[in-house]
Nanobody, 123 residues
Framework: QVQLVESGGGLVQVGGSLRLSCIAS????????MGWFRQAPGKERQLVAS?????????NTYYRDSVKGRFTISRDKNTIYLQMNNLEFEDTATYYC???????????????WGQGTQVTVSS
């Protein structure tokens, strides 16, 4: 099993930036996907961005349409990051790191979840 620990959430104003971090521990398969979901009060959990590990040097990324050009997912060893720039009010949510087998992430296929970190965008 994989354990995920998140950090980096906080309160920012519209147009500001935050960087989320997620440290993974435990053995993982060589072909897997890590990413970030978010869930706002009264709404369903939605995939924000994901990165599939192809090999040690490359991977495929996915971004939700509403965050393209503003968010960047990256990986360094056992840690993944979500750089969030030009934040909007609609980005306010609890953000969850996630891990799953294969090349895609869906809520129903996620194997491991982080504990969640709150992102609040004001004004």
């Amino acid at each position: 099993q994989v354990q995920l620990v998140e950090s980096g959430g906080g309160l920012v104003q519209v147009g500001g930036s935050l960087r989320l971090s997620c440290i993974a521990s435990g053995r993982t398969f060589r072909i897997d996907t890590m990413g970030w979901f978010r869930q706002a009060p009264g709404k369903e959990r939605q995939l924000v961005a994901s990165m599939t590990r192809i090999n040690e040097n490359t991977g495929n990324t996915y971004y939700r349409d509403s965050v393209k050009g503003r968010f960047t997912i990256s990986r360094d060893k056992n840690t993944i990051y979500l750089q969030m720039n030009n934040l909007e009010f609609e980005d306010t949510a609890t953000y969850y790191c996630a891990w799953g087998l294969g090349t895609q992430l869906q809520v129903k296929t996620v194997t491991s979840w982080g504990q969640g970190t709150q992102v609040t965008v004001s004004s």
